[in-house]
């Protein structure tokens, strides 16, 4: 089984691509703090998905290429779809966390009670 990329990562990728399009792979790396070789890996996917289309606007032959990402219409959607999922899932860690602390809380206040 192939293990997918965590989601929060694609939507940090495209959230950076889309507010800065001409972002290098190392700029990309150290803004969300993923390695390099990772980095190339999910843009990779990304485009291969159709979520990102790739433009060399280089036009010196001898110069190594400058890269452009652009967010696809198919990207957007994705993004809004991940978005989607990281709020539910975050609303539901918080309201994990919400009853924990009405439990801990009134544990708390009974064993005081006792005293």
Known sequence: MVEQPPKEEILSIIKEIESD???TQRVL????GISLGKI???LKALAKKGLIK???FSKNPGKLGKIQYYLTKEGLEHKIYLMQHFLKKKETEYNNIRKEWEN???HTLVSREIR
Do not use: H, M
């Open 40 to 42: 190339n890996y999910l």
């Open 29 to 32: 790396s150290e803004r969300l």
């Open 21 to 23: 399009p001409t972002a």
């Open 104 to 106: 801990l809380n009134g």
């Open 54 to 56: 790739v433009r060399n």
